[in-house]
């Protein structure tokens, strides 16, 4: 089944401006059927393939001649060279959208990108499904089961194939480990990387302590600072930052740890079905971290770029802020299904902390239905993407 992603009208968007389009994002996460879909009578090639990644290293002139309307280039990221040799063809022919790139190693494109592409690249993210993709696609997928959705992730292949996902996200890991960490980080220990990758799903959530993961891995600061960096580069994680104010507080100023899919974090941690998230320790980090990438995919698949961070201080903490110009929409984020006073008490806090600039304090739980409350609204995650379209 070809779900229809949200991205796809930015990526429409976008095409119609640039000569290049560049399409990021995790592994498996649907570029390729996108891209394919979107520019269908373009001639395609994944580089992944070592007939054709040798071509365009050996002779990226030649290659490149194959294509003189271009082409859809799948993982550019393994044919650095073509980025140069790109640039050339686009200045010369003047065509809107003539190359489609896609790739799945932040890191390695960017520089590229910023080196030989920088003003005729259009650059979009695509993220493995939202919950919204989930619902408008899937019909036979309960949206309000939140224990089978943490646990099953957001790649497309688990929906599609109507597969397992301890073997999808499984078969994942390995090809992150033994394909991509191999060809272009060089990591020799893959079992100690993997045991780095287990230690960050069980600290999903929480403020990042680069040090504490050090010392209890036996590895030095900047061996972890650089395997943080790695990771998300690979789309595996990002960093939620702090919200930086000018108040007399004590804040925390280091970053949460999240990943893009909350099923692969339930993965890490050994979680084998979803009966077991209903009392384990972190269901309610794994919650936050659901609420969280999902908001970060909303952002993306509009072409925006992250505007979300966190507060916290000695006493008080919000799970998240959505900057909407020079205001903050405080969130607070529980995996409850019932509503506790106690709930409201850091919006509240904030609120006060930041009058002039606090809009809309919402809470978001995990059952199904709504309430407008006088501190606060409540809802769920579907209802916290419906607010954020009206406000922003």
């Not at 498996?28 to 395609?44: A, D, I, M, W």
């Not at 030989?116 to 696609?137: D, H, M, Q, Y």
């Not at 597969?163 to 191999?182: G, S, V």
């Amino acid at each position: 089944m070809d779900a229809k992603r949200e991205l796809a009208s930015y990526i429409k968007e976008i095409s119609k401006i640039y000569p290049v389009l560049g399409i990021l994002g995790p592994r498996q996460s649907g570029k390729t059927t996108l891209v394919k879909e979107l520019f269908n009578k373009k001639p395609y090639i994944n580089l992944e393939k070592p007939k054709d990644r040798d071509f365009a290293l050996e002779d990226p002139e030649l290659f490149l001649n194959q294509f003189p309307n271009g082409a859809i280039i799948d993982e550019i990221q393994y044919a650095p060279n073509l980025f140069s040799y790109i640039q050339v063809i686009v200045d010369e022919q003047k065509q809107k959208s003539m190359f489609v790139l896609t790739g799945s190693q932040n890191f390695a494109l960017m520089k590229n990108i910023s080196q030989s592409l920088a003003g005729r690249i259009g650059l979009a993210t695509l993220l493995p499904f939202s919950l919204v993709e989930i619902e408008k696609n899937y019909k036979d997928v309960d949206v309000k089961n939140i224990e089978q959705l943490i646990y099953t992730g957001f790649y497309p292949k688990i929906y599609d194939e109507k597969a397992n996902p301890r073997i999808i996200l499984e078969d994942y890991i390995k090809t992150y480990l033994e394909r991509d960490l191999r060809d272009w980080a060089q990591i020799q220990d893959l079992n100690l990387f993997r045991r780095f990758m287990k230690m960050c799903a069980s600290r999903v959530g929480q403020v990042l302590n680069m040090s504490n993961i050090a010392e209890d891995l036996g590895l030095s600061h900047t061996t972890i600072k650089k395997w943080i960096s790695l990771l998300e580069a690979g789309y595996i994680i990002f960093l939620l930052p702090a919200f930086n104010a000018n108040i007399n507080k004590q804040l925390i100023k280091s970053p949460k740890l999240h990943f893009y899919d909350v099923g692969l974090a339930a993965h890490l941690l050994d979680i084998e079905n979803p009966k077991q998230l209903i009392s384990h320790s972190l269901r309610g980090n794994l919650f936050e971290n659901f609420v969280v990438s999902e908001l970060i995919k909303f952002r993306f698949n509009q072409g925006f770029t992250s505007n979300l961070y966190f507060y916290r201080d000695k006493r008080h903490e919000v799970d998240l802020l959505y900057k909407i110009a020079d205001k903050l929409m405080p969130i607070e984020i529980k995996s409850g299904q019932s509503i506790s006073e106690d709930y409201f008490k850091n919006l509240n806090y904030f609120t006060d902390l930041f009058p002039e600039n606090s809009i809309n304090p919402t809470l978001v739980y995990a059952a199904s239905d709504e309430q407008k409350r006088s501190k606060a609204l409540v809802t769920n995650t579907l209802g916290l993407i419906k607010q954020l379209k009206e406000v922003s």
